[in-house]
Nanobody, 127 residues
C-alpha cells in the first residue's frame, strides 16, 4: 500500500509561484508513474501533469503548459510540481496520484488509471 502526502500549498497572489511536493512511502517509488490532478469547488477532478518512472516523459494539460513543471527525485521518493505565473483559475485542491507501470497516452490523464492518491493540498490564487 502506497501512501502519498502532499505539501506546499497555500495562498498566493496572481503571478506568483508555489512548489508542491508529494512524498511517497513506497521504497519502489522509482517504478511508479506519477501525476498531479486538481479539483476546484463544484468541478470535476482534472489532469494537470504526468511524469513517467524515469522522469524522461512528461505531459501537461494545455491550461498549465509553459507555466507548470513536474519533476521527481527517486532518491527522495518525491515528485514535485513547480507552478509559476499562477492565475485565479488555478485555485483548487491539488492531488498527486501513482501507479506502477507506464500508461498509454490516452490513459495518463485519466484519474481511473491511478490506484493511489494523496489527500490533497489547497492552492488559492488571489486576483
Amino acid at each position: 500500500q502506497v501512501q502519498l502526502v502532499e505539501s506546499g500549498g497555500g495562498l498566493v497572489q496572481a503571478g506568483g509561484s508555489l512548489r508542491l511536493s508529494c512524498a511517497a512511502s513506497e521504497r519502489t517509488f522509482s517504478t511508479y508513474a506519477m501525476a498531479w490532478f486538481r479539483q476546484a469547488p463544484g468541478k470535476e477532478r482534472e489532469f494537470v501533469a504526468f511524469i513517467n518512472w524515469s522522469g524522461e516523459s512528461r505531459y501537461y494539460a494545455d491550461s498549465v503548459k509553459g507555466r507548470f513543471t513536474i519533476s521527481r527525485d527517486n532518491a527522495k521518493n518525491t515528485v514535485y510540481l513547480q507552478m509559476n505565473s499562477l492565475k485565479p483559475e488555478d485555485t483548487a485542491v491539488y492531488h498527486c496520484a501513482a501507479r506502477v507501470g507506464t500508461p498509454s497516452y490516452s490513459s495518463m490523464g485519466s484519474y481511473g488509471f491511478y490506484n493511489y492518491w494523496g489527500q490533497g493540498t489547497q492552492v488559492t490564487v488571489s486576483s
